[in-house]
């Protein structure tokens, strides 16, 4: 089942938010794991 033009914005915006986290985060360790848990998470959204 396909995504909504509003589900597909939402979706964005999420990421968008938790990037921007990635980028104030000022220690590089936890920017790392926060970059490692969006891409695990954006695979798995590939694989469902």
């Keep these: 089942m396909g995504q909504t033009d509003k589900q597909f914005g939402g ?3 999420m990421l968008i938010a ?3 986290n990635v980028i104030e ?3 590089p360790d936890k920017a790392r794991k ?5 891409l695990s998470d954006l695979q798995n959204t590939l694989e469902d």
């Design 34 to 38: 926060l970059l490692e848990e969006i």
């Design 25 to 27: 985060e000022k220690d």
């Design 11 to 13: 979706f964005l915006r």
């Design 18 to 20: 938790r990037m921007k």
